[in-house]
């Protein structure tokens, strides 16, 4: 996520395989400095990709032991929460990005 203009105060981003699912990823930043922020996972782990096998792709990372429920089968959900001052703006990118069959 970049901050184009305006003023970021935190940033908060939950990568999961379901919702609710197992957590691949939580990055927070508080009263960030900069404007670049960045979180990220690993699409290949232990010789498979997550193509290959993505439902509960992110077990293995999450803190929590054991499998919790992947209701939806392979997609990845991203959120991201700002915190701003009025007017502020950001681009979220995601990379690499889906590509097309």
Known sequence: ???????????????????????????????????????SFPLEYGGQTYWDGGTNWCEPFDPVLGQRSDLNGEPLHVLVNVRGKKGTVVTVSLSPGQAAE
């Open 1 to 39: 996520m970049t901050e184009t203009s305006g003023d970021v105060s935190s940033v908060a981003v939950f990568i999961r395989d379901s919702a609710p699912g197992d957590i691949c990823a939580i990055e927070r930043w508080d009263k960030a400095i900069g404007t670049e922020f960045i979180a």
